[in-house]
């Protein structure tokens, strides 16, 4: 199933769509819930454009991203790197020159705070090192390796190490590339530290010609992979970059796992958006109604049901489903976890942004996620079950005025085998899980018609 479409040729209604975001954030849509643009001149002081090309992906994303064919644009970097904010718009400039529709972001440090996988001192260091190691093995960076670098130790006593990128560290991937008959998947890179107030300013005030002479030293990267369009290549030069899609990840994750196909190209329009620990926290702070599905392709449980929360978001007219996968890697680094150093994360975002949550467990506090803060005190608070699907508005309250974010959600555990509407279960009743799912996915999206 080959699902690439390259610049420049398709997406022109996906292009049109996204100038209807605002760079604030979330909008009116004519859609019964809204959506929110990460990529803003909130989150991004120096980014402008409304609609700018950047598009998170998460850590399995960009693995998946690495094992596809394709060429691809990729931005490592995040807002809390002054160094990445100083460079975002001027990049997007030039991207948007070239005809880029899509620049992938990964951000090492997955809370967007101070959780860095690119540390040595992180116990998931790891998760950088071996991809680095495999993916990215032709590899230069400011710094040698042998000085500054990232590692970890194997179970052997083994000391793996990585050459240690900086951010922000802009490149072109194609993972079939080579030269001189070697692997060389990084076609391309940049990788220069700039800050706004000292290269792009003169005398306290903004400077064009800096801005300009950056974008000189960054077009030869978008050369590199232009070429001229138009009746004998006469026309503007156009970037040849491919595109890889949330759905193409979930179709690529969610059939491997099953070892089946539940995705496949009925599903489209996909409905559903990855995004990452702070974006999330974002949307969660921002004014307007919101879906949510909380789970992963590692969950069987996800698995059995999102080809449904996605059916049932087409039908009721839903703009966008936002993804989040606890397993911060869909894999080993689940926040959800009370043994897990970062198990904080979750505790406190449920704490923050869902007060008088009800899952599953109930009043069961035994199986609440918990950390210990920096007082001593045991903090708690309960644990989803995922899939967890939800709608989302931070200024609803109950009828006794108390806050209650979620207006309704879905927390139900069913295998694919199961889900089948001719599943015939114990009691020879048929499809009888299918029928309780959809109805409740019919019940949850029509609150939003309310």
């Known amino acids: 199933m080959n699902m690439k479409r390259t610049n420049g040729i398709a997406h022109t209604a996906i292009m049109a769509a996204c100038l209807l975001v605002f760079a604030a954030g979330a909008m009116a849509q004519t859609a019964p819930n809204d959506t929110y643009q990460f990529f803003n001149s909130t989150e ?11 598009r998170t992906v998460s850590y399995d994303q960009l693995i998946k991203l690495f094992e596809s064919d394709g060429t691809y644009m990729i931005l490592f970097g995040g807002s809390w790197c002054g160094n990445t904010q100083a460079v975002v718009g001027l990049i997007n400039d030039v991207a948007k020159e070239y005809g880029v529709e899509t620049i992938y972001n990964y951000d090492w440090r997955v809370d967007g705070a101070k959780v860095h996988l690119r540390d040595t001192k992180n116990p998931y260091a790891n998760l950088y090192v071996d991809v680095v190691n495999k993916y990215l093995p032709n590899i230069v960076t400011i710094y040698d390796k042998a000085t500054s670098n990232v590692s970890y130790t194997t179970a052997d006593g083994t000391t793996v190490t990585a050459n240690k990128l900086q951010v922000p560290f802009l490149f072109i991937y194609n993972k ?184 599953v467990f109930g009043d069961n506090r035994a199986r609440d996620i918990t950390y210990t803060n920096a007082d001593g005190q045991v903090v708690a608070a309960p644990r989803q079950q995922v899939p967890y699907v939800f709608i989302y508005n931070k200024d609803h309250k109950d009828a006794s005025g108390q806050p209650d974010p979620i207006l309704d959600q879905i927390e139900l555990m069913y295998t694919w085998e199961n889900i089948q509407p001719d599943f015939k279960d114990e009691a020879g009743n048929t499809g009888a899980n299918y029928k309780t799912y959809t109805a409740a996915l019919d019940a949850l999206f029509s609150q939003l018609k309310k």
């Open 44 to 54: 991004y002081k120096y980014l402008k454009d409304p609609a700018p090309v950047y």
């Open 176 to 359: 079939n590339n080579t030269v001189n008959g070697q692997s060389a998947p990084i076609v391309a890179s940049f990788e220069k530290m700039m800050t706004w107030e000292k290269d792009f300013q003169t005398n306290g005030k903004d400077d064009p010609a800096k801005m300009e002479a950056y974008k000189q030293e960054i077009r030869p990267l978008f050369e590199y992979i232009s070429k001229k369009t138009g009746l004998f290549g006469l026309g503007k030069k156009v970037a040849q970059l491919d595109t890889f899609t949330d759905f193409e990840y979930y179709a690529t994750a969610i059939n491997a796992k099953a070892g089946t196909t539940i995705l496949d190209a009925s599903d489209e329009p996909w409905l559903m958006q990855t995004v990452s620990y702070i974006e999330l926290t974002r949307i969660l702070d921002s004014q307007g109604t919101y879906v949510f599905m909380f789970g992963g392709p590692w969950c069987g449980n996800t698995r059995a049901v999102i080809k449904y929360v996605n059916e049932y978001a087409q039908k009721y007219g839903v703009t966008k489903v936002y993804t989040f996968d606890t397993k911060l890697d869909s894999n080993i680094l689940q926040i959800r976890d009370s043994k897990n150093p970062y198990g904080y994360m979750y505790v406190d975002l449920v704490n923050k942004y869902f007060p008088g949550i009800v899952t």
